[in-house]
């Protein structure tokens, strides 16, 4: 029985800050201790809802971020690699104009071979770095990555096929660098 006794006491001394109208059940504003807690089980409901909504944001953040980062890394160079394609093109010209007598020449070759193996060169450069010319002849015109220049009549190939490379066409991993330059079949009239 004391120890009844004592939890009765523990009870009345819990108690005596809390307002009378409180104990016996309901608060200040006429609220049952049931309602009230209904409202703060839903509140917490809410909260943590907002909680997950916010981790769900700062987790899709970080993602897109990182790939912002990736990209960056990937694609920094693609200004300078659009610059360097003239001067790619600058020497596949002065390659392709050295007439067939001059290949020949001995006092020649040296230059001819350098010249060559620095078009070699920058074709390894630019496939260290993810830029690899884009195929035109012989394909049918995809304008994601040709630019038609011209249309040609002939016979000889499908209307809508490529059959003349005007200027070469390079991506940069899977993105356009710039689109190849291209003269396309069409029907004789």
Request: proline fraction near 4%.
């Amino acid at each position: 029985m004391s120890d009844d006794k004592t939890r009765d006491e523990a009870v009345e001394n819990e108690l005596k800050g809390v307002p009378e109208d409180m104990i016996e059940g309901e608060d200040s504003e006429g609220e049952s201790v049931d309602d009230a807690l209904a409202k703060l089980g839903a509140e917490l409901d809410e909260a943590k809802q907002q909680v997950l909504y916010a981790r769900a944001d700062t987790q899709n953040l970080r993602r897109r971020m990182e790939k912002e980062i990736a990209d960056a890394r990937a694609y920094a160079a693609t200004g300078f690699a659009r610059d360097i394609l003239s001067v790619s093109d600058n020497l596949s010209r002065a390659l392709e104009a050295i007439p067939a007598e001059l290949r020949e020449d001995e006092k020649w070759k040296g230059l001819i071979a350098g010249i060559e193996a620095t078009g070699r060169e920058i074709d390894k450069v630019f496939a260290s770095h993810g830029i690899s010319r884009i195929a035109a002849k012989g394909l049918p015109l995809d304008p994601n990555q040709h630019q038609a220049m011209i249309e040609i009549p002939t016979d000889d190939a499908e209307p809508g096929t490529v059959i003349q490379e005007m200027q070469a066409g390079y991506m940069i991993k899977d993105r356009l660098l710039r689109p190849a330059m291209v003269g396309v079949a069409k029907k004789p009239d």
